[in-house]
């Protein structure tokens, strides 16, 4: 293993230790996508839309609400004590510290989805038996882009007075081909629809995270390097 | 100069933070076994200049040479040779001391991340508080913690910021001797500091920075005394 | 480069060019309104798109500029390239409004809806919204040089994203048909509506030079004011 990949994992391993620690944060992240859920579920007329025509829309905009807010304490915990200067000094480049603190946010995002999604099969009354492994790809592909974006645009806004208002300002449009792809390949699978009919959302997808990633990683410098 | 050939050298060396320049063409050299003390108002640049030759900031003009050779920010192999110790602990409040020495061992790459955590913990005398959260550490206890953190990885070059600040006098005892140890292994040192009387003895070469310029840059005088009028001098600029 | 000459040069020509651009913009109403035919099917409301469409491309032509000067920034880091960088957005997104409500005004009565999300019209949207966001950041931050790199980033991150709206907007509505009065179609342009469309694409881009050029002038100038602040 390259020092490099080591220090992605330490950075990483810190994070999540500095969280589960502090517990307050995740817990509360959790919390607002619960609510959101329920707050939607009485956003409707129950006698005209069904449950499950809201349901994919209902699932994404919850999995994004979640994420702006799980991604806006990214930075948080290196302002104190000028801890990011600590991992400026470390012989490593801008690229693995930026991986470091995308896994961080991946495994803090995928917490609150994991969390998500069994409450939401429980409120909406859906039937995942067929499609969850589709699901899951889909979940996967479309979290690793906006929290590849997010993770660069999180270092920005902790720069700024009011960066809890600022990240989903900026995050959002950058959300937008993730989440149009996602809500349409899970509509089709939770209809019944077989993985090979969602194939070209999938690779779009795939292709932003590719992209998108390669880019964060590349440009993080620009946003660390004072 | 002691020797031809410098560790750490800066040429030119300039910054400004929007339209305010707080350093302006600055030079230097530390050489092996040299201790560069500068001095210097609030203000002058003595922190950006800690802070430029440590890589945490990047240059306006000039640049910082390492073994002669002019250091690129994209580089991260040069900060292997740097430790920095800042106003700032860079350790988080929530872990405890030695969670936070074994992330910087591994953050610097060390081969043994525990041993090196344990042996800093050893050299700060903490041993009692090495599993204490780091945020429920004295002031003193903190800096003491943070001259750990700072050079865990054992560089050869060392940038201290204000290292005496809140430490009781058997500490600031134990700092001096332990920066003599520097020396002798032949470690180039640079030290920022209000209190010069400190360090006097311990240093060879003395710089007072006034608006962000050397006022003063020469071998240290064998005499604080006679120093302090030219300093005072100095600094009205 | 004393302070107030850089920037006065780029203001008088800058004003120079707008003042052109805008003697020619009377000449695009003339000619849209005498010289073209009304358009069979969508009567005289057709007559709007030789307004929204120069200026969808006057935006477009500013924000992809500023996603190549971004990387250009990053790589250079020439100051310059980010006041340059900063006043095309602000000229793209006055550009941007002019298409956001001549589209709208001319959909009503041909599509039937003020609004619909025809993928063209979506990706002018949110590239507004980037944009804006782009903006606002910038107020938010104090440091000049932090200002000009993360501006950088999200400007080259703002030039990739557009493919990918693009696509996943089409894709998105050749699923859900919206309903629509009539299609749009593509006949071809009798040549009376085409040079009159060509000509008012010129004088767009030529608009777009001359606002940015002003603003990048008073940039400058603010940049230079400070710069001698400093030095008192």
């Not at chain 1, 009485?42 to 209902?58: E, G, K, M, Q, Y």
């Not at chain 1, 915990?77 to 693995?96: C, H, Y």
């Not at chain 1, 270092?155 to 349409?184: K, N, S, Y």
């Not at chain 2, 988080?92 to 991340?113: I, K, S």
Request: net charge positive; charged share 15%; proline share 5%.
């Amino acid at each position: 293993m390259s020092e490099s990949v080591r220090a992605v994992f330490a950075l990483a391993a810190k994070d999540l230790r500095l969280e589960f620690r502090g517990k307050a944060g995740l817990l509360s992240a959790v919390m607002f996508a619960a609510l959101v859920l329920i707050i939607f579920n009485f956003s409707r007329d129950p006698t005209t839309i069904s449950n499950i025509d809201l349901a994919p829309s209902v699932l994404w905009v919850t999995f994004a609400f979640g994420a702006v807010v799980t991604l806006n304490r990214a930075f948080h915990l290196e302002q104190e004590n000028a801890a990011f200067d600590g991992l400026r000094l470390a012989p490593v480049s801008r690229g693995a510290v930026y991986f470091g603190k995308l896994l961080a946010n991946l495994v803090f995002v995928g917490l609150v989805e994991a969390v998500t999604l069994p409450l939401f099969i429980l409120f909406f009354d859906v039937d995942l038996s067929g499609s969850l492994p589709g699901i899951l790809a889909i979940t996967a592909l479309a979290t690793i882009g906006f929290v590849g974006v997010g993770t660069v645009f999180s270092a920005m806004v902790v720069r700024t007075r009011f960066a809890e208002l600022m990240l989903p300002v900026l995050l959002l449009p950058f959300m937008v081909p993730p989440l149009i792809g996602a809500t349409q390949a899970t509509t089709r699978l939770l209809a019944g629809r077989p993985l090979s009919e969602v194939w070209g959302w999938l690779r779009l997808l795939a292709v932003y995270d590719i992209v998108f990633v390669t880019l964060s990683a590349l440009t993080f410098w620009a946003v660390v390097d004072e | 100069m002691p020797s031809p050939e410098p560790l750490l050298a800066a040429r030119g060396l300039g910054r400004r933070f929007g339209p305010s320049t707080v350093l302006r063409s600055v030079d230097l050299d530390i050489a092996a076994g040299q201790v560069l003390l500068v001095l210097g108002e609030n203000g002058s640049g003595k922190t950006t200049l800690l802070r430029l030759l440590a890589g945490l900031l990047r240059p306006t003009t000039g640049s910082v040479l390492l073994h002669g050779q002019p250091v690129r920010s994209t580089d991260a192999e040069f900060r292997r040779h740097l430790g920095l110790l800042s106003h700032k602990s860079h350790m988080y409040d929530d872990l405890t001391l030695r969670e936070n020495l074994v992330f910087a061992a591994r953050m610097h790459g060390l081969p043994n991340p525990g041993e090196a955590a344990a042996a800093a913990i050893r050299s700060a005398d903490l041993d009692q508080r090495g599993d204490s959260r780091l945020g429920s550490l004295s002031r003193g206890m903190l800096q003491r913690a943070a001259i750990a953190r700072a050079f865990i990885h054992r560089p050869g070059i060392l940038l201290l910021d204000e290292p005496f600040t809140a430490l009781d006098a058997p500490s600031a005892d134990r700092v001096r001797r332990w920066i003599q140890e520097r020396v002798r292994d032949g470690c180039g040192i640079a030290l920022v500091t209000h209190q010069p009387a400190e360090v006097w003895e311990l240093t060879t070469d003395v710089g007072v920075l006034a608006a962000g310029r050397w006022a003063i840059l020469e071998p240290r005088p064998a005499a604080l005394e006679s120093f302090l009028p030219r300093y005072r001098e100095a600094i009205r600029v | 480069m004393t302070a107030g000459i850089r920037g006065r040069g780029a203001i008088r020509g800058g004003l120079a060019v707008t003042a052109i651009a805008l003697l020619l913009l009377a000449g695009v109403y003339v000619m849209a309104l005498k010289y073209t035919p009304v358009e069979i099917r969508q009567g005289l409301a057709q007559k709007i798109f030789y307004l929204h469409a120069p200026a969808a491309w006057s935006a477009l032509l500013a924000f992809g500029l500023v996603g190549l000067i971004s990387v250009l920034y990053l790589w250079l880091q020439d100051p310059r390239l980010d006041l340059f960088a900063a006043s095309s957005v602000e000229v793209g997104l006055a550009f941007c409004l002019v298409m956001l409500t001549t589209g709208p005004i001319w959909a009503k009565p041909i599509w039937g809806t003020w609004w619909t999300w025809d993928p063209r019209l979506t990706l002018t949207l949110l590239l507004f919204f980037i944009f804006l966001g782009y903006l606002a950041l910038r107020s938010a931050l104090n440091d000049r040089s932090e200002r000009a790199r993360f501006s950088a980033v999200i400007g080259i991150m703002g030039l990739l994203l557009v493919p990918f709206i693009h696509i996943s907007v089409y894709l998105f509505r050749t699923m859900h048909p919206m309903p629509i009065l009539m299609k749009p179609s593509k006949p071809s342009l009798p040549p009376e509506m085409l040079k009159t469309l060509l000509f008012s694409f010129g004088v767009a881009t030529l608009l777009y030079i001359g606002f940015v050029m002003v603003r990048y002038g008073l940039a400058i100038r603010q940049y230079d004011r400070e710069e001698a602040q400093d030095e008192s």
